[in-house]
């Protein structure tokens, strides 16, 4: 029986990743910081929660690190948490680079030194390539990070890299474009609108408040996007791959998307801050713009060219944007009843 750890198992991809690993007869250990009740909601959901076995892990501390690789004694390494609400990272950027840039090295020199033969993975991100260079974004594009998290990602990509490179580490990258479900954070801006509009259609009548409706991103669904991870590690060697459906969405057509399958009709009026959207069948306003939500720097325009995964991997995405959308909304509405 194999032996996998997930740093942020109680997250969305963690929860998504545990289950996938306990489905193929894995044993899955997972760090969990230290609170007094570890929040495994996401675990539950799945029904999950009793199958992992949970450990303290804090990122930011290197014997702890220490400890739990010298007990665990894993096979497979996933470092999935972060810092990893964007917006937040410009409130806390130190403490976004200690957890999303240097804690990538105190994990992999911790493993250099007590299990070189684990296989390491690394949670990257299209926000690393920022201020695009290049359309669409593919593993040997030039990285422009827009904001501290993807700057702190970037440092966890290259260590990543340098270790691979200097001590013949089975340390690989993900470098995954935006992927969602009904188990995302309420603070991402999926999951706020679809929760919004299921209040709405459950007969509210507070419309979400949204940024940069122009904002372009590659959407896909983190159920598929964990199965992907779990192939890099199965590879003879470690390197480097895009996850990404190849599809951009703007916010407002996530918006739509969602809305249909509550069954609104939205009519969307005005443009930048002045921006709405109403429902026709309610006459409820729905969308509303409100500037506090606009990123200092903003990245316009992400799409993934996931070719090599594809054809290494054997990878591909199976829900597409639109489904994403319903799918998420559905859940936020039934969840409501």
């Keep these: ?53 949970l450990h303290e892990f804090d990122l930011t501390e290197t014997n702890n690190i220490f400890r739990v690789i010298r ?23 130190a403490y976004t680079g ?34 695009v260079q290049e359309v669409p974004q593919r593993e040997t594009t030039r990285f422009y990070p827009r904001s501290p998290y993807g700057v702190a990602k970037v440092y966890g990509h290259y260590i990543t890299m340098n270790y691979r490179e200097s001590f013949g580490l089975h340390a690989s990258s993900g470098i995954l474009f935006n992927h969602e479900s009904p188990l995302r954070g309420a603070e991402f801006v999926t999951r706020k609108i679809t929760l ?18 122009e904002a372009q991103r590659d959407w896909g669904f983190a159920g598929d ?9 199965q590879q003879p060697e470690a390197d480097d791959y895009v996850l990404a459906t190849g599809v951009t969405t703007k916010i407002r057509d996530f918006v739509t998307y969602a809305a249909e399958a509550l069954g609104m009709d939205l009519a969307w009026e005005g443009e930048g801050v002045d921006e709405t959207a109403t429902d026709t069948r309610t006459g409820k306003r729905v969308v509303e713009i409100n500037e506090k939500f606009f990123r200092p720097a903003e990245v316009d325009l992400l799409i993934g060219e996931a070719s090599k995964a594809r054809e290494r991997l054997g990878w591909q995405p199976m829900v597409n944007v639109r489904q994403l959308a319903q799918m998420m909304a559905q859940a936020d509405y039934d969840a409501l009843s």
């Design 1 to 53: 029986m194999k032996k996998a750890f997930i740093t942020g198992v109680t997250g969305q991809d963690g929860a998504y990743l545990a289950k996938l690993l306990l489905e193929k007869g894995y044993e899955v250990h997972g760090g969990v910081r230290r609170i007094s009740h570890p929040e495994t909601a996401r675990l539950e959901a799945l029904g999950i929660a009793g199958d992992v076995q």
């Design 71 to 93: 007990d665990v004694e894993m096979d497979e390494f996933y470092n999935l948490a972060a810092q990893s609400f964007v917006g937040a990272s410009w409130e806390l950027p």
């Design 98 to 131: 200690e957890v999303d840039g240097m804690a990538v090295v105190r994990i992999l020199d911790t493993l250099r030194t007590l299990r070189p033969e684990t296989r390491f993975y690394q949670a990257s991100t299209s926000e690393m390539f920022g201020l």
């Design 196 to 213: 919004a509009l299921a209040q709405i259609a459950r007969g509210g009548s507070e419309p979400v408040q949204l940024g940069n409706m």
């Design 225 to 233: 996007y964990v199965e992907g991870m779990w192939r890099m590690l």
